[in-house]
């Protein structure tokens, strides 16, 4: 096998393994998303563990938490498109500086593509988010998410974990 192949079966597998993450982080979120959509009126709420957990359908305008949830339509829906793609970008640059080696922290940037490109996807058809995951004790409510997400959470604490606890690739 010449240098190049070998090079060129590696650059397949890595960015194959980024998007293998990442469609089904996209693909899930998706999916569950239309069933919420088809299946559960809007601000109607199914209890899974009644006290903790239910599936509840909102639509969520902002960003996380709500962030900007206040503005503008318009200036609102552009922003969060131009971050995203800057967003997405600077994803995918990182990605590619990251050897082969450190593979938990390639999975967590994948993990955070996907759930951005997840909530984009919602952001270009309805021009909000659709979340349905509904965590609470009591009265005190998470906000409500999806999981898209869940992706860019569980991302970001691997990104973290991995900055704090092991040297950075780049």
């Known amino acids: 096998m010449t240098g190049a192949t070998a ?3 590696t650059v ?15 693909v899930l979120d998706q999916l569950t998303k239309a069933l919420v959509l088809q299946h559960l009126p809007l601000h109607q709420s199914i209890p899974v563990i009644p006290g903790f957990f239910s599936f509840t359908h909102v639509h969520n305008p902002g960003g996380a938490f709500g962030f900007m949830a206040q503005h503008s339509s318009p200036m609102r829906h552009w922003l969060f498109l131009v971050a995203a ?10 990605y590619h500086q990251t050897p ?6 390639g999975g967590a940037l994948a993990l955070i593509f996907g759930g951005a490109v997840g909530n984009m996807i919602d952001r270009l058809r309805f021009g909000e988010v659709v ?11 998470w906000p409500t998410f999806n999981i898209a997400d869940s992706g860019v959470t569980v991302g970001v604490a691997i990104f973290i974990f991995h900055i704090l606890f092991k040297k950075m690739p780049i």
């Not at 979340?131 to 409510?141: A, W």
């Open 100 to 105: 082969k080696s450190h593979s938990l922290f």
């Open 131 to 141: 979340d349905f995951l509904d965590v609470y004790i009591g009265y005190m409510h």
């Open 85 to 94: 793609f800057f967003a997405l970008g600077m994803i995918l640059y990182f």
């Open 12 to 26: 397949i597998r890595k960015y194959g393994r980024f998007f293998a993450i990442s469609g089904a982080v996209i």
């Open 7 to 9: 090079d060129g079966e």
